[in-house]
Nanobody
Framework: VQLQASGGGLVQAGDSLRLSCAAS????????MAWFRQAPGKEREFVAA???????SHGDSVRGRFTISRDNAKNMLYLQMNRLRVEDTAVYYC?????????????????WGQGTQVTVSS
């Protein structure tokens, strides 16, 4: 599957932004989907993930502010980001893996989008 992320941009602290990720094929019952992010000089970190049946997991730093969702009919993945902080600045990547296994484990994801830049200014 090929993934195309979009929706990044420059916003101010406290603003909201929604990222989108388009998959090239049907992901329902085949792929778990996730968002990761990588800030300059840091490791790529888990943000949120969602199973085909919509069970979700969110990282500690974003829980309560970010919400992951997917539209299986459209082969789309979303990340609604509210109350953005300067420390959320990073390149955000969408990813996919065959269903099952650990949602937050970066190494389990086989497919990655190209990334979209999110910059939050103070």
């Amino acid at each position: 599957v090929q993934l195309q992320a979009s929706g990044g941009g420059l916003v101010q602290a406290g603003d909201s932004l929604r990222l989108s990720c388009a998959a090239s094929e049907n992901t329902y019952a085949r792929y778990d989907m996730a968002w990761f992010r990588q800030a300059p000089g840091k490791e790529r970190e888990f943000v949120a993930a969602i199973r085909s049946a919509h069970a979700t997991s969110h990282g500690d730093s974003v829980r309560g502010r970010f919400t992951i969702s997917r539209d299986n009919a459209k082969n789309m993945l979303y990340l609604q980001m509210n109350r953005l902080r300067v420390e959320d600045t990073a390149v955000y990547y969408c990813a996919a893996k065959p269903v099952g296994g650990y949602l937050a484990e970066r190494g389990e994801y086989n497919y990655w989008g190209q990334g979209t830049q999110v910059t939050v200014s103070s």
